[in-house]
């Protein structure tokens, strides 16, 4: 399971410790172990791909994240199997996570795309992707 296309993310959150409760899990049911930690920062990695998160600084916190401004709109990731895909969206629920598109789900992205999207504490959507048949 890897993050699709990317190498390495760097994400400045806020606050820290919400962004660490809600992605320790997800990141370690992808397969992911915590790779760094520091006072204002973690990272996870996944083979060659790992993910960084760090405080952002209070001057910077006026303007909250939205995907549909200029940025990141949201991070994919591949998982092993649909029943991986189902299980996450279990979870999620039971997390009281929203599912995103739920009219559609697990085909929001398209036929024979089989995912979950969801967004984070800081509204980041995430996509989960089982591999095409």
């Given at each position: ?30 397969g ?32 909250p ?45 398209g ?21 095409i048949?």
């Open positions: 399971m890897s993050i699709i296309d990317q190498k390495q993310q760097s994400l400045r959150k806020e606050p820290l410790k919400k962004t660490i409760e809600f992605w320790e899990w997800l990141l370690t049911e992808l992911y172990k915590k790779f760094q930690e520091w006072e204002l920062g973690v990272s996870w990695k996944y083979d060659e791909t790992y993910l960084v998160f760090v405080q952002a600084e209070e001057r910077f916190l006026d303007i994240f939205h995907r549909c401004r200029v940025g990141l709109n949201h991070l994919a990731f591949q998982t092993t199997s649909k029943e991986h895909v189902d299980l996450l969206t279990s979870t999620l629920k039971d997390k009281g996570i929203r599912v995103l598109y739920e009219n559609k789900h697990p085909y929001a992205g036929e024979g795309h089989y995912a979950v999207y969801f967004e984070d504490p800081d509204r980041i959507k995430v996509e989960v992707v089982a591999p048949d």
